[in-house]
């Protein structure tokens, strides 16, 4: 079966730097999203991996290393507007994309 | 960048009626649209799939009977939840592909929270 796994929750200090792992078992594998979800809103779109390595986007860094089914989403200078849950999700080789349940990032002051 | 609206962003409804939640592409044309279901902390659960000009396809355990999927046009999806109850109560959202885009990248509507009292 697919699965897409996440931790479920993580706490990190404003300014610090956090890093949410997913790992992924899917059938194919056409990229990899991170989205970000603030309660009662829909899913933004943060990143997309298709190659292994890193991509850099202001604060925000997203890793992918297809061999090991693994990324991670890399927040830095955290800020208090980034509380939020931090969604995985895998586009098969249906073009479907396979969800995570998501991480719920809570950051303190 | 695309654009994706929602309406109606929030309803309440008794319980036996019947609700139409429409989901428009304002920028692009989305041959497919999704439509997903979010229950409190939980994470989204893909109901179908609606391409336009043909049936949609549903997820194992969703009733197509009960969630009526209408992809009449390349800008527009609607999804009808008939005879609502209240375990149907959910926050509903669609998304639509654009295929023009670099990567298949799915952009979402601002959901419709429905409440079914």
């Known amino acids: 079966g697919q699965n897409i796994d996440q931790p479920t929750e993580m706490t990190a200090t404003e300014g610090a730097i956090v890093q949410i792992n997913c790992t992924y078992q899917?059938?194919?594998?056409?990229?990899l999203f991170w989205y970000q979800q603030h309660a009662g809103e829909a899913p933004t779109f943060l990143s997309y991996n298709v190659l292994d390595g890193l991509e850099e986007k202001g604060r925000f860094s997203s890793f992918l290393s297809r061999s090991k089914g693994y990324s991670y989403l890399l927040l830095k200078e955290l800020q208090m507007k980034d509380s939020a849950s931090y969604l995985c999700a895998v586009m098969d080789s249906n073009y479907q994309l396979i969800w995570g349940a998501g991480t719920k990032l809570i950051i303190k002051p | 960048g695309a654009v994706v609206s929602q309406h109606p962003s929030r309803v309440i409804c008794k319980s036996g009626t019947s609700v139409k939640i429409e989901c428009r592409s304002l920028?692009?044309?989305?041959?497919?649209m999704f439509w997903y279901r979010q229950f409190p902390k939980q994470s989204l659960m893909l109901m179908a799939t609606?391409?336009?000009?043909?049936?949609?396809?549903?997820e194992q355990g969703v009733e197509k009977d009960k969630f009526l999927i209408n992809h009449a046009s390349l800008t527009l999806s609607t999804l009808t939840v008939t005879s609502a109850h209240p375990e149907d109560s959910s926050f509903y959202i669609c998304?639509?592909?654009?295929?023009?885009?670099?990567?298949?990248?799915?952009?979402f509507g601002p959901g419709t929270r429905l409440t079914v009292l």
């Open positions: 998304s639509a592909r654009n295929i023009a885009g670099d990567y298949n990248e799915q952009f």
């Open positions: 609606s391409n336009e000009g043909s049936k949609a396809t549903y």
């Open positions: 899917t059938s194919g594998f056409n990229g």
């Open positions: 920028d692009f044309q989305a041959t497919t």
